[in-house]
């Protein structure tokens, strides 16, 4: 006879998951409102559960169809009761749904509202650039190829995680990539290139942008903040370390927002 555990780590995180919802759907409903820190508690901890869940390859949970009801209403509501530390944890929170939707846990249209959702909010803490994301080699570009080959032909260049290209003058970009337990290799090491791609005829082109900040999970690229940046021409740095299973984001904030 076959038992279910039902203590195992997956169970557990679809019975959080389940129980979050229903504690969301429950205050919407009633039109009550969560204290700011209750809210950001709730977002929070739905947010690793649903990274949880898609890193490990589980099928959405039972209550997943009601979370764009619930980003859309936790949208409304930030319309009308601006709360700046709620509507960061908002954030979170909504990339993480986001990625649901890339692994097929909602219909198109909910997806297409949630993206909706995302790049509004989005627009509000930053440049969002022309981000490209996946794990397939015909995301090679002409111009990153051209610069391993030309500065690094020692190193042999895999699979493009995410790539991500902005303008100059913004203030601050913030791109997210998921990784899961399938599509990561523990042996092989992910690196973080920056390149100013508007003339690579010379090794300069590997120097950090001045005044700008990268960060990796909230965690300074060693050599590329500015207390500690390489003046000069630098190599791909390997991130490892700072990455997680889920949800992962990537910045670069120009210093003048950094130092605020």
Not at 110 to 125: C, F, P, Q, T
Request: with cysteine.
């Amino acid at each position: 006879m076959e038992t279910t555990n039902t203590s195992s780590p997956s169970i557990l995180n679809m019975h959080r998951i389940t129980t979050i919802v229903d504690r969301f759907t429950k205050n919407f409903q009633q039109g009550n409102q969560c204290d700011s820190v209750e809210f950001t508690k709730l977002c929070l901890s739905l947010s690793r559960g649903i990274d949880f869940a898609i890193a490990n390859g589980q099928t959405p949970p039972p209550k997943a169809n009601k979370l764009p009801w619930l980003i859309k209403q936790m949208n409304y509501q930030r319309k009308t009761d601006y709360v700046p530390s709620s509507l960061a944890c908002m954030m979170v929170l909504i990339i993480s749904v986001k990625n649901a939707c890339k692994f097929g846990w909602f219909n198109k249209k909910d997806s297409e509202e949630i993206l909706a959702i995302v790049d509004d909010i989005g627009k509000m803490y930053c440049t969002m650039g022309n981000v490209i994301t996946g794990f397939d080699s015909s995301c090679y570009s002409t111009v990153l190829s051209t610069i391993m080959e030309k500065y690094y032909p020692n190193m042999k260049l895999g699979p493009i995680i995410v790539s991500n290209q902005v303008n100059p003058g913004y203030g601050s970009s913030t791109f997210d990539f998921h990784i899961t337990k399938n599509n990561f290799q523990p042996d092989k090491k992910v690196w973080l290139l920056v390149a100013e791609t508007d003339n690579i005829e010379t090794s300069a082109c590997l120097i950090s942008p001045k005044e700008v900040n990268f960060l990796v999970n909230g965690q300074a690229v060693d050599m590329r903040t500015m207390p500690q940046m390489d003046r000069g021409p630098q190599m791909p740095t390997c991130v490892n370390g700072m990455l997680k299973f889920g949800t992962n984001l990537v910045q670069a904030v120009g210093g003048s927002v950094f130092g605020k």
